[in-house]
């Protein structure tokens, strides 16, 4: 008899243009909303208060924009990383139509690159994957690259094709919502006075909370966006794995960093591209994350005089506060032992008049 149970595939199933239909499609629905916050305690605006959202020019509170990151990303985890020790960076990822309750999402993707490593039991896989609503519009466009187990060792490798990847989204590729009304921009409700104009190229923002992760948060979050990598849930096989017990996923952390960076970026309401990302080491459950933050440039909108972007890179970091701003621990840029992420991602931002 056929076996009818999904083992998932390895590295040896993936091939340079194969596409990919993920299952399930997910209707977004207020209780996803909700969770969210509860996991997380996001406090940006936008995502926060449905009349503030219609003020400025939104039809609803759109849904958190690394909550659209994250089911739409869930969706490829059955088919691209069920058998994927480490998830292990994103590039020219971008947020083009917003997501708000209600709306269907699914997602598929195309495999862009193939390459064995060295160890012979491990790949890397590229893949592109587009998450679009129910209107066939698409909500999230981004390229990732992950490890996965082979099946067999022994197996010969496929030919090796790596993509040529852009380290940034340009300024001519930012979606920019329309018609947005900045004139009820609300600075007593977004949660800080800071505009565009007041940040400095160069400037670092240590975001000071820190948030600890605990198992059920980091499982609940996961399964949240129904994310099934056995990495993060079977306590019985990772007891054995490379770090003895289950690993954070890292979409969680770059939730948590996001959630962080509040405190000194509230007003940088919503995020337009992800330029590049890398999980640098991972977190496990009882490890404490706080977050900083550097401007890496700022720009001007030729269409939209009231709203400006900044490009920001903030880091992550594990059991340490961020007061000396950690990353690096040399001149070779060998990273410290404590950071776990490095993100680097377009945000918009209000101007002053």
């Not at 969706?75 to 917003?98: H, M, R, W």
């Amino acid at each position: 008899m056929e076996n009818k149970t999904n083992s998932g595939n390895f590295f040896e199933d993936f091939y340079v243009g194969q596409e990919l239909k993920h299952s399930t499609p997910r209707t977004i629905s207020s209780g996803d909303v909700s969770l969210f916050i509860g996991l997380l305690g996001s406090r940006f605006v936008l995502h926060s208060s449905k009349e503030f959202a219609k003020k400025i020019g939104f039809r609803d509170a759109p849904i958190d924009d690394i909550l659209t990151f994250n089911m739409v990303f869930g969706k490829t985890v059955p088919d691209i990383s069920l058998n994927s020790p480490a998830n292990l960076g994103y590039a020219q990822c971008k947020f083009i139509e917003p997501v708000y309750v209600g709306d269907t999402i699914k997602t598929t993707s195309k495999v862009l690159g193939v390459k064995e490593n060295s160890n012979k039991k491990t790949g890397i896989v590229w893949v592109n994957s587009i998450g679009k609503n129910q209107k066939n519009e698409t909500v999230l466009d981004y390229i990732r690259w992950v490890m996965v187990n082979k099946r067999d060792e022994a197996s010969s490798p496929p030919k090796i094709s790596i993509p040529d990847l852009k380290d940034e989204v340009s300024l001519s590729n930012l979606i920019i919502p329309k018609k947005l009304n900045m004139s009820k921009y609300n600075f007593d409700e977004s949660g800080s006075k800071y505009y565009w104009d007041d940040y400095k190229i160069g400037e670092k923002i240590d975001h000071i909370d820190g948030m600890t992760i605990e198992e059920a948060d980091h499982m609940t979050a996961t399964r949240l966006y129904q994310n099934t990598a056995k990495v993060h849930f079977n306590e019985h096989t990772e007891k054995e794995g490379r770090l003895g017990r289950r690993i954070v996923y890292g979409g969680h952390v770059i939730s948590l960093v996001r959630m962080l960076s509040f405190n000194g970026l509230s007003n940088a309401f919503k995020i337009l591209a992800i330029n590049n990302g890398k999980h640098v080491s991972p977190s496990v459950a009882g490890n404490t994350i706080y977050a900083w933050s550097e401007i890496l440039d700022k720009k001007e909108l030729k269409d939209n005089k009231d709203l400006g972007v900044l490009r920001l890179k903030s880091v992550g970091v594990k059991d340490s506060p961020c007061n000396d701003f950690p990353l690096y621990k040399n001149d070779d840029k060998e990273y410290n032992d404590n950071i776990v992420l490095e993100i680097d991602y377009w945000v918009l931002i209000p101007k002053k008049k």
